[in-house]
C-alpha cells in the first residue's frame, strides 16, 4: 500500500455540488497539506496541518475548506465547486524531524463542468 | 516576498546529452532547498535535498544539485540524460529550522529525444 493515499483518483462532478476529496498516511507524520497544481502555476499550497488541532490557510484557500480528523487523515473539502476549481490535487505529509521533504500521494484529478 | 522561479517552462534534450534546470529563490533567511521529479499521472517524488555544508549535493537518479548563496541559486544537473528523465521538475524551498511550508516554482517539463 502507499504511505500517502488519496481518494478518489479522478473525479467530474458540477458546478455548485459539495465534493470532498480525501487523503490517508502510514508515515506516521504530524504534518499534512493540501495543494492544487495548475499547468504554468506549479504547486499552490490550500491548507495545511501541523497536527490534528491544528489547520491553517495557504495562500489559495478561498472555496475550500479542510478537516483533520485523525493524525492519518486530511480531507479537502469543497463546498459549492465551480469549474476555476478543475485541478490536479495533492496531499502530501512532512515530519517535524531533520528529514523536510515531503511524502506525496499520487493526486486527484478534479474536474468541473 | 518568498518565491520560487523556474525560468524554463519546456527544455527539450537527446538522450545521452548533460542537463541543466535552473532554479532562482527569493527567500529572506537561508532557505532548505529541494528538487522533485513528477512523471505522467504520477506524485511527486524527491530527488534531492540541500540543508547546509557542501554546496554540491547528490541525489537519486544520478541528479546533483548546486547551491550558490551569491546567486541565490539551486540549479539541477544530469550529465547524461536517459529517456526515462522525461517528466516535469519542480524545485521548491521552505524555511530552515521550524515550520517547513514549501514553496515551489512553476516546473520545467522535460523532453528526452532518442
Known amino acids: 500500500d502507499a504511505d500517502v493515499t488519496q481518494t478518489p483518483r479522478n473525479r467530474i462532478t458540477k458546478t455548485g455540488k459539495r465534493i470532498m476529496l480525501e487523503c490517508s498516511q502510514t508515515k506516521g507524520h504530524d504534518r499534512m497539506y493540501w495543494y492544487r497544481q495548475d499547468p504554468g502555476l506549479g504547486l499552490r499550497l490550500i491548507y495545511y496541518?501541523?497536527?490534528?488541532?491544528?489547520?491553517n490557510k495557504g495562500e489559495i484557500s478561498d472555496g475550500y475548506s479542510v478537516s483533520r480528523q485523525a493524525q492519518a487523515k486530511f480531507s479537502l473539502s469543497l463546498e459549492s465547486a465551480i469549474p476555476n476549481q478543475t485541478a490536479l490535487y495533492f496531499c502530501?505529509?512532512?515530519?517535524?524531524?531533520?528529514?523536510?521533504?515531503?511524502?506525496f500521494g499520487s493526486g486527484t484529478r478534479l474536474t468541473v463542468v | 516576498a518568498q518565491s520560487v522561479t523556474q525560468p524554463d517552462i519546456h527544455i527539450t534534450v537527446s538522450e545521452g546529452a548533460s542537463l541543466e534546470l535552473r532554479c532562482n529563490y527569493s527567500y529572506g533567511a537561508t532557505p532548505y532547498l529541494f528538487w522533485y521529479v513528477q512523471s505522467p499521472g504520477q506524485g511527486l517524488q524527491l530527488l534531492l535535498k540541500y540543508f547546509s555544508g557542501d554546496t554540491l549535493v547528490q541525489g537519486i537518479k544520478g541528479f546533483e544539485a548546486e547551491f550558490k548563496r551569491s546567486q541565490s541559486s539551486f540549479n539541477l544537473r544530469k550529465p547524461s540524460v536517459h529517456w526515462s528523465d522525461a517528466a516535469e521538475y519542480f524545485c521548491a524551498v521552505g524555511p530552515s529550522g521550524g515550520y517547513n511550508k514549501l514553496i515551489f516554482g512553476a516546473g520545467t517539463r522535460l523532453a528526452v529525444h532518442p
Open positions: 502530501a505529509t512532512s515530519d517535524l524531524g531533520t528529514n523536510y521533504g515531503y511524502t
Open positions: 496541518s501541523f497536527d490534528v488541532k491544528d489547520i
